[in-house]
């Protein structure tokens, strides 16, 4: 059974794999880039190229990266590193572009800090609360001050609060 709302979804099968929304992005993305080729051949310069493939092949491609990234696989994340080394093959990706892990990994941070301080953020809810060894001891700093909730099963793991609450966390 797959779960899918629109063209702007995420894909997830019973078992949670993202593998088949990783495929269609892929697949998507690959359109674009044949119309990226297109204007290459006919004289669009690298920088206006490169432009167009940031605004919509990397928007494509890291949509609710938060909401899935935890359940894709080394194989899935293989995926897409291979389809942007791909996408540099042809100079529509920056040098200084950062890979794909950490393009995912800079979007988690970024939504968690806004969640962490924005207690009217829609997730605010399902964080745990303030953890009280943070007041009374001295611990190594953390990028926050929560509770760290019990690991009943490694599919926990994947969901973007409990990643993001483990971050860094040894």
Known sequence: MLVEASSCSVTFTNSLSVAEH???VINSCAQTLY????LLSHGMDDAALQMIYRSVVIAKLTYASSAWWGFASTAD?????AFLRRSHCCR?????LPSFSELCS???NELFQL???DNKHVLYGLLPPTSVASHNYNL???KHSLQLPSKTHHLMDSKFIQRMLYLDSY
């Open 22 to 24: 990783i495929q269609s």
């Open 35 to 38: 119309a990226l080729i297109i």
């Open 77 to 81: 994340r293989q995926r897409l590193e």
């Open 92 to 96: 529509f990706i920056p040098r200084n």
């Open 106 to 108: 800079t979007a988690d």
């Open 115 to 117: 969640v962490i301080n």
């Open 140 to 142: 190594r700093h953390r």
